[in-house]
């Protein structure tokens, strides 16, 4: 099998990367300890960040394993180096995802590294790139969540406590989301594969257009109920309740500051 000619540049955390993940160490830090008079700024900054940080990861994720299933050209564009700049699309990898959060509180997927399928022989190894991405999602969400499943919540803050539950909310969503089999989306990437060349090629146009349908489709309020039912079911089986999330929402919204947050002061 041939090997990648991966470069030592290539492969070097960008420090874009490192000062995304420096922002959220930082503003974790003063939604722990309450230094930032504003708690919700302190919050916002650190679940804006985290959440960019998983987007990195989610990409990752995707390079990492087309690269071992024989895309050789990886390393040369710059994904291995976390760089969220060097995506395809920037504005989708990034821009939008971050615009979903501040708007709707949801983790909508987003795009994407231009993997070079002609390189990659099997159908499973195409299924395992393609589902590599959201399975990063599921592992933060974890991750996230362990200090309610392990019950270790003693001695955590309740900023930063409400602030873990969000941002375990968003890496639900997101991987919920791009688990669902839409043209576009990682989890249509993962049955492809095993779909007739007939299929693909007609359903291949509306690949471009697959985020937009589920953003519109989540605006329907029956949906919308339907698809945060299933999200909080999750969540509640993590030990995250609705309390958690609902507040952790309303202090990442600090520009609304509507409402007296329990448990926070500076609000």
Not at 233 to 260: C, I, K, M, N, P
Request: proline share 6%; aromatic share 12%.
């Amino acid at each position: 099998m041939t090997t990648a000619p991966i470069r030592r540049t290539d492969r070097r955390i960008s420090p874009v990367f490192l000062g995304i993940a420096a922002v959220t160490a930082v503003s974790g830090w003063a939604a722990w300890t309450g230094f930032a008079d504003n708690p919700g700024l302190a919050v916002f900054l650190f679940v804006t960040a985290a959440w960019i940080v998983s987007l990195c990861l989610h990409e990752y994720a995707h390079a990492r394993t087309a690269l071992h299933s024989g895309d050789i050209t990886i390393g040369a564009k710059g994904y291995l180096t976390l760089n969220p700049l060097k995506y395809t699309h920037a504005l989708l990898s990034i821009v939008l995802p971050v615009l979903f959060v501040i708007m709707g509180g949801i983790g909508l997927p987003g795009g994407a590294v231009f993997i070079e399928r002609g390189r990659i022989r099997g159908r499973w190894r195409h299924s395992l790139i393609s589902a590599a991405g959201p399975l990063t999602n599921v592992l933060f969400a974890v991750v996230c969540t362990a200090p309610f499943w392990l019950d270790a919540l003693d001695g955590v803050p309740d900023t930063f406590r409400y602030a873990l539950g969000f941002l375990a909310l968003l890496q639900v969503t997101a991987a919920i989301l791009n688990f669902l089999p839409v043209p576009g989306l990682d989890g249509y990437g993962v049955i492809e594969p095993w779909l007739s060349h007939r299929i693909r090629r007609q359903v291949e146009p509306f690949a471009p257009f697959g985020l937009i349908a589920v953003f519109v489709v989540l605006w329907i309020p029956e949906v919308n109920r339907a698809f945060f039912d299933a999200v909080d079911a999750v969540l509640r089986a993590l030990g995250v309740t609705e309390w958690d999330t609902y507040w952790g929402h309303e202090l990442y919204r600090f520009w609304e500051g509507s409402q007296e947050i329990p448990g926070v002061s500076g609000s």
